[in-house]
Structure formats: structure tokens, C-alpha cells
């Protein structure tokens, strides 16, 4: 039996800039309520096309 939380049980939240889901990651954990981009080009994009 498998030890842990299930992918599909990890919170998600939508990306500021492309509007995309992303889940939890284990890096983001001290700092989730602040993560808004999905990805580091994402985060350079701003939310300046969105």
C-alpha cells in the first residue's frame, strides 16, 4: 500500500498569467499561499497578456 496523498488529492490553484492549472509541489510548500505562476516563463510573462 502506497504511502502518501494521491496527485489527484493535491490542492490546485490557476495560473495568473496563462489561466492553466497547476497542483502542489513539494518545493512550494513554505510559500503555497503566495505561488501564483505556473512556470518560470510565467512568471517573466506577468499578467500583462492575460
Known amino acids: 500500500m502506497p504511502n502518501g496523498i ?4 493535491l490542492p490546485s490553484k490557476d495560473c495568473a498569467a496563462c489561466g492553466r ?14 505561488v501564483r505562476y505556473c ?5 517573466a510573462k506577468g499578467t500583462r497578456e492575460a
Open 21 to 34: 492549472p497547476f497542483s502542489w509541489r513539494k518545493k512550494w510548500a513554505r510559500d503555497w499561499a503566495n
Open 6 to 9: 494521491a496527485k489527484r488529492d
Open 39 to 43: 512556470s518560470d516563463a510565467c512568471r
